[in-house]
């Protein structure tokens, strides 16, 4: 959605086509005048129904005279450029790669990982399905005007392994623009939202401090402390306010506190710390690390109550997402943390526009993504970092392109050693110096151009190696603005 974000501002006319249900295309697209949006119908709901072997041909045949008829017949004007992304990769490679012959369009290939990978781990390595996939993906994808890539590892790998043909460029996944780290008053007003839902968790009763909504939350507040309130202002005299001894001229009540004594909402220093976790809840990404992980916390917060000279918070752990493996670790959760006093662990689903404002509120992240091709980089972390939050991720061999550790995150290879980082990160909470070098470090931005006002001035593109491995970070206007938008206006039909 983000690409094709980009080239209407740019100044293309740019189809958009997909399936309508699922997520809502983001707001930007409904209000671009030059965007229009195309929605494939669904499949037959007997397909849902079949076995795999049965359903996905069917699905496959569905598929293929939706998207011909879209875009041979529906778009009457030629497309300078298709952009494709993968996976899915069957069949929609050989369809672009067709419509691009016959109608002269340019074909982009937008390579977010392998779709045979994730296939084999459904079906195993040596399926058949899984060998057809493989060369299905190899035979079309192999040759493109041009090929994004997610990773340096993945253009690399199929550089070596399917000797692609066309431009190659790296063009590293970056969050949309309101992504940000959240402020106080937002803070406060998602808490105040987010109260019914988590009024109605019983393991949070007693856990979390007191709050008197809308005044204070569980970890913000708006009003001075008690002890700095001046007992005069506890009984108000509404009499005395009613008292006007002119018409043009208001007696000031002395028993009535002024308008500077109002306080902004701040975090509370006895909110517990928050970390985030968000998750698809399928066996890829593996959930019972992160709940070893926070037992073991449990157990250390218990034996460091009784030392003055180091202590540890306690944790509420937020995880978001739906999926098939949910019911059954949060079941686990809930009789685990029956006995616990330092950590509660819960499942939120939350409104697309609360996502981040929840992320820039969270002093943690937690990322479990274990690549299926060990080629691309979890799209959560992105988001993250996006909104100033630091990771402690799940290693995986191209995962240093993202998390460099000990500088915008930790990486973590077990249970044991990610509640390390937690103690090393949460000891003396709210002030971790730890925890505030990696919040400072995602926090600062690279200064990059963005992408420049008039999109009719074409520039020489370059490949370049982009080999570098010092940490940046810039958002997706300006990366894509730097990397792409070169591409397609060096050789555009003007």
């Known amino acids: 959605m983000y690409h094709a974000q980009s080239f209407a501002e740019n100044g293309f006319v740019t189809d958009l086509i997909g399936y309508g249900v699922g997520s809502r295309p983001i ?23 079949l076995p795999f072997v049965l359903g996905a041909p069917i699905k496959i045949v569905h598929q293929v005279v939706s998207i011909l008829l879209i875009l041979l017949v529906c778009i009457e004007v030629p497309p300078e450029f298709i952009v494709v992304q993968n996976p899915p990769s069957i069949p929609t490679l050989a369809l672009v790669q067709l419509v691009g012959r016959i109608r002269g369009s340019k074909v982009i290939i937008d390579w977010h990982n392998l779709g045979y990978s994730i296939l084999s781990m459904k079906l195993g390595k040596s399926h058949f399905f899984v060998r057809i996939s493989r060369w299905f993906e190899a035979t079309f994808g192999r040759y493109a005007y041009a090929h994004l890539f997610v990773t340096r590892a993945m253009r690399d790998f199929l ?145 460091l109550s009784s030392e003055a000279s180091k202590s540890l918070p306690k944790l509420l752990v937020v995880v978001t997402g739906k999926g098939p493996m949910r019911d059954k670790y949060m079941e686990e959760v809930g009789r685990m943390q029956e006995s616990w006093r330092w950590v509660r662990c819960i499942s939120l689903w939350l409104e697309a526009e609360d996502y981040p404002i929840l992320l820039g509120s969270a002093d943690l992240g937690v990322c479990l993504h274990a690549s299926s091709s060990a080629l691309d980089l979890p799209m959560k972390v992105v988001d993250m970092f996006g909104c100033g939050l630091p990771v402690c991720a799940l290693d995986f061999s191209c995962l240093k392109e993202l998390v460099k550790d000990g500088e915008n995150g930790l990486v973590f290879r077990n249970a044991p050693q990610l509640s390390e980082q937690l103690e090393q990160l949460f000891t003396s909470f709210p002030d971790c110096p730890s925890l505030k070098a990696l919040a400072s470090s995602v926090s600062s931005s690279s200064n990059r151009p963005s992408t420049p006002s008039n999109p009719h001035v074409p520039k020489q593109f370059i490949e370049s190696d982009d080999s570098n491995d010092r940490w940046t970070w810039n958002t997706w206007d300006e990366n894509w603005g730097r990397t792409v938008r070169p591409l397609i206006l060096s050789d555009v039909n003007l």
Do not use: C
């Open 27 to 49: 707001p930007a697209l409904e209000r671009l005048p030059k965007v229009r949006l195309r929605y494939l119908p669904e499949p037959p709901m007997l397909v849902k129904w």
């Open 159 to 303: 550089i070596e392994e399917w000797d692609i043909q066309g431009y190659k460029v790296v063009l590293y996944d970056r969050p949309p623009r309101h992504f940000h780290h959240s402020s106080p008053q937002e803070v406060h007003e998602l808490f105040r939202k987010l109260q019914p839902a988590l009024s109605r968790q019983k393991s949070l009763r007693g856990f979390l401090p007191e709050a008197s909504p809308p005044y204070s939350t569980a970890f913000t507040q708006t009003t001075p402390q008690a002890a700095s309130i001046n007992p005069q202002y506890s009984s108000v005299s509404y009499a005395h306010r009613a008292k006007i001894t002119s018409p043009l001229i208001t007696p000031k009540s002395e028993a009535i506190p002024s308008y500077n004594r109002l306080r902004l909402p701040t975090l509370r220093e006895d909110r517990p710390a928050l970390l985030v976790s968000s998750t698809s809840w399928t066996p890829d990404e593996d959930f019972s690390i992160l709940l070893e992980a926070i037992k073991i916390y449990e157990e250390r917060a218990e034996e």
